[in-house]
């Protein structure tokens, strides 16, 4: 790289860092520090709500937890630069909130032959006398991967800083089969029914491109065995990365702790996919007699199967927040731009808003949806109620931020019968469906919705939008993220996302929330039944030059029966030594 790159990526390391400690640092931002303008144009795709180090490389969430009235989010982090590394660490956050946060050290290093060459991804399980312990992957110093245990220094400290690691490890090595460098990402444990159950936990391996969930089973959380057979597994699947695996209320929306198993629930598998880095996942039945789980449905790795999200969102972690009584998923965005401009960013990936996982009432899949903690940073507010969108229309929504913002808005649909395309869905790709047709292609029912992170001309926007068909078992609801006129600069993953929406349109409204946030768009349709979250680096609509619409560009009319829409205030952040207000 030649010297003038590398004097512009220290220059704005040094202004995003001054920026980051002056602005965030404080309960009231200075909105008119003349820095962080600087900033706001050289630095213009920093998300500023959603979870993000002031520099350099994050990826997967390692074991979140509440703890002691605290939140903990750990999560996979790079210090010596914007890219993946060598020596990965586990960088530490708390949180009374999980939307302001306060940086702490370095959880896990690389320093022992069992985690020589990194420490990375795994979970938090807390062991009765309230132990919260973490079991990760270490990468040892031949390379091979490897899980260990590690457990806090001094459980009266409120911020759990320092963690030690256990001199029995490694504690799990790979079996027979299981290759060296796939054999990784040990899930939360859980404990079977009775006072003296053993504890079980999953890691994620693969034997001749069968993935699996490799099961491993201990009496004291120290010595473990592997069990016969793995929890589940699927021929043809690949590598299976961060694995979770949770029970899930049959009939409430509240979370219940990782260890219940009774008739009351369901479990749920959760895999990350290495081959297409997608995340995947399964409804069935635990029996912990036999320690076998059977699922309603087979992991295929195909479009059929059930997705957290539908676009970028990987390697997530889910933990059952206790006070609240619900369950949180966290899950990681990555990048969509090139090496060269995370280098140039000085960073690169976020983690998605926190989400609240449960059970629809169908029982056939999962719903999610921001925390509801995010609504306080929810700040100017713009209103529309019962506005006609005629065939064609365009209109701005205006009055709020709309590079940072939050909206909400209800669609609703008359005359499917005369007007919805006829189309036989079955064993259709929903996400191709999206590729063949953009935003602009008029169809019979839609396409409408949003176009955010918008110019002016529209030459640059991201569209979220929904098309109805009329299928040959009733109506069929597409919702799309389309990123292709995302933005005029050239070398970015443009990939439109798609997905089935499982609604009545002739009963129900159709449902939006999108959140906006620089260079993350997440987008809730049907009360969060299908999740598309999609990474943008518009060159012209960025900070005050983005706009928001909502378009209907089907050859009937739409009614927006509401829209509620917010600028978001930013998220702060600091360390403990500069400030402890976030903790008050």
């Known amino acids: 790289m030649e010297m003038l790159s590398i004097l512009v990526i220290a220059l704005s390391s040094c202004v995003l860092l001054h920026c980051h400690e002056a602005v965030e640092g404080s309960r009231y931002p200075e909105t008119g520090n003349s820095e962080c303008r600087i900033l706001e144009q050289q630095q213009p795709y920093l998300p500023s709500f959603h979870f993000r180090p002031p520099q350099n490389w994050l990826n997967d969430p390692n074991g979140p937890m509440w703890y002691n009235g605290m939140y903990h989010l750990f999560y996979q982090y790079n210090p010596e630069g914007p890219l993946f590394g060598d020596k990965m660490v586990w960088a530490h956050s708390v949180s009374r909130d999980m939307i302001h946060w306060v940086d702490l050290d370095l959880a896990l290093t690389p320093t022992e032959p069992f985690d020589m060459k990194s420490c990375w991804s795994g979970s938090i399980t807390i062991v009765p006398g309230n132990i919260p312990m973490i079991l990760y992957t270490g990468i040892d110093s031949n390379g091979v991967q490897v899980q260990n245990l590690a457990f806090p220094k001094n459980l009266s400290d409120p911020f759990l800083e320092q963690w030690e690691k256990s001199t029995r490890n490694p504690i799990m090595t790979p079996p027979q089969g299981v290759p060296g460098d796939f054999f990784r990402d040990p899930t939360t444990a859980w404990r079977d029914p009775g006072p003296d159950g053993k504890w079980n936990v999953i890691v994620g391996g693969l034997i001749k491109n069968e993935g699996m969930a490799i099961l491993y089973q201990s009496e ?242 991201t569209a979220i939008f929904f098309r109805i068909f009329k299928g040959s078992n009733g109506f069929v609801v597409l919702m799309c993220s389309d990123q292709r006129k995302s933005s005029l600069r050239d070398g970015l993953d443009k990939t439109p996302y798609g997905a089935f929406l499982e609604i009545d349109p002739q009963h129900e409204k159709i449902a939006l929330r999108t959140l906006i946030d620089h260079s993350i768009v997440e987008s809730f349709g049907g009360g969060g039944k299908t999740c598309i979250s999609s990474r943008v680096y518009p060159k012209l609509a960025i900070n005050s030059e983005a706009r928001l619409f909502v378009f209907n560009n089907g050859t009937v009319d739409v009614a927006i029966s509401s829209l509620n829409a917010w600028s978001m205030n930013t998220a702060q952040k600091n360390r403990p030594t500069q400030s402890y207000a976030l903790l008050d």
């Not at 992991?299 to 933990?319: E, H, I, N, P, Q």
């Not at 808003?353 to 713009?382: A, C, D, F, T, Y």
């Not at 209800?410 to 079955?426: C, I, N, Y």
């Open 220 to 461: 004291d959380f120290v010595s473990w065995t592997k069990a016969e057979h793995p929890l589940y597994s699927s021929p043809g699947t690949g590598m299976w990365e961060c694995p979770d695996f949770f029970p899930v209320s049959l009939n409430s929306s509240n979370g219940v702790d990782t260890s219940v198993v009774d008739p009351s629930v369901k479990h749920v598998l959760k895999i990350s996919s290495f081959s297409n880095v997608h995340d995947y996942y399964v409804l069935g039945s635990y029996a912990p007699k036999t320690s076998k789980y059977v699922p309603g449905n087979e992991y295929t790795g195909s479009s059929t199967d059930l997705r957290y999200d539908y676009g970028k969102f990987y390697a997530s972690k889910t933990f059952f927040d206790q006070p609240k009584s619900r369950r949180i998923l966290w899950g990681w965005a990555n990048e969509s731009d090139t090496m060269e401009d995370d280098l140039a960013k000085g960073w690169a990936g976020v983690q998605a808003i926190p989400r609240e996982i449960w059970l629809h009432s169908s029982g056939k899949q999962l719903v999610q949806w921001p925390v509801e903690e995010l609504n306080k940073l929810r700040g100017q507010h713009v209103q529309v109620l019962d506005e006609k969108l005629h065939s064609g229309s365009v209109f701005e929504v205006e009055g709020i931020t709309a590079s940072q913002a939050d909206i909400e808005i209800e669609f609703e649909l008359h005359s499917l019968e005369e007007s919805a395309e006829v189309f036989d869905t079955t064993g259709t790709d929903p996400q191709q469906l999206c590729s063949d047709s953009n935003a602009s292609v008029k169809g019979g029912v839609g396409p409408f919705g949003l176009l955010a992170l918008a110019t002016k001309e529209l030459t640059e926007h």
